[in-house]
């Protein structure tokens, strides 16, 4: 039986890579990798173990991170994590993200909408990055979006204590990913992989992100 054709759609990692230097949230729990077993004449593998905040590098976070009766990321559905997606560009639009920096690109939006805000996405913690202003994802809910993205540490500003996006997350029953690297990635439509770990009870999960061309 021969082997089918290796496939000419293009991939982009939107994955930062995760280390002890990743930045996190202040006083967040620094991604650490310790070994635990080493191959050696008494021991045939390499075992490590790890011990991270599930908002290090790009991310998923769970209905739980930011209400209390929230769903865990295990008990979400997957549905809005995998699918038709498109990136849309507001770079350098300022504190936050407004419904007319996403304007020209909302004709027939697909379910999934991630926003590059930035040149280059961020390798150290700052606390002025770009959020999602609260309107923007009522606007985006109503014209039937179900997952948001932003290349960026959070929808909500560093500073804020309401967490008013979240919240809007919270009443349109939207998904979200954050620290996304769109850097090379240009405005259009894909097919978006970024599917949340079964962490039982955790408030968010890791994703390797990655976008798929559609032809």
Known sequence: M????????????????????A?????DAPFQLQWTARIGPQCPVNLS?????PHVGAHADAPLHYADEGAAIDAVALDPYLG???????????????PQHLAHAAAELPPRVL????????????????????????WLAERGVRLVGIDTASVDPASS?????????RAHDLRVLENLVLD????????????????VGACASPVRAILRSLT
């Open 161 to 169: 204590k309401t967490l008013d996006a979240h919240q809007q997350l």
């Open 184 to 199: 090379e990635v240009p405005e259009g439509d894909y097919e978006l992989i970024a599917l949340p770990l079964r962490w």
């Open 115 to 138: 926003v590059r805000t930035a040149q280059k996405a961020d390798t150290v913690w700052r606390e002025d990055f770009t959020a999602y202003a609260p309107e923007t994802l009522a």
């Open 49 to 53: 173990a790890v011990s991270t905040s």
């Open 2 to 21: 021969s082997k089918p054709p290796p496939s000419s759609r293009r991939l982009w990692d939107l994955s930062p890579p995760v280390s002890p230097t």
């Open 84 to 98: 038709r997606c498109r990136v849309i560009h507001a770079i350098d639009c300022g504190p936050l993200i407004l």
């Open 23 to 27: 930045p996190i949230f202040p006083g």
